[in-house]
């Protein structure tokens, strides 16, 4: 079953952030993810949402348990103003 997380955070260092996002990139590394979208709340523009489809729970699970994550999310933490929420939903249907 595909898994998606929704990240929602606060910052007011958006081209920081969309830096560091072109360097994890840019790392060669395989990514475990299928699909990530980032968005700006249309209403307030220091609200920011990503959000990363995966093939399914565990795929998700792996992502967030490497290294690498666990430095980017570091790093991210520097960037924003307050610590980010987590959703994790489960795709019941996609069309």
């Known amino acids: ?7 929602k955070y606060r910052t007011s260092r958006p081209e920081e952030v969309e830096k560091l996002e072109a360097e994890m990139q840019a790392s060669g590394r395989q990514p475990l993810f299928t699909r ?5 709340d ?3 523009p220091n609200l920011y949402y990503t959000i990363v ?7 998700a699970r792996a992502n967030n348990d490497a290294p690498e994550t ?7 933490m520097a ?3 307050g610590p980010p929420e987590f959703m994790d939903i ?6």
């Open 1 to 7: 079953m595909a898994f998606i997380q929704i990240i």
């Open 53 to 59: 489809e995966f093939p399914d729970e565990a795929a």
């Open 79 to 81: 960037l924003s103003d």
């Open 90 to 95: 489960d795709v019941l249907r996609a069309m």
């Open 42 to 44: 249309k209403t307030d």
């Open 36 to 40: 990530v979208a980032v968005g700006r």
């Open 70 to 76: 666990q430095a980017f999310a570091a790093k991210m």
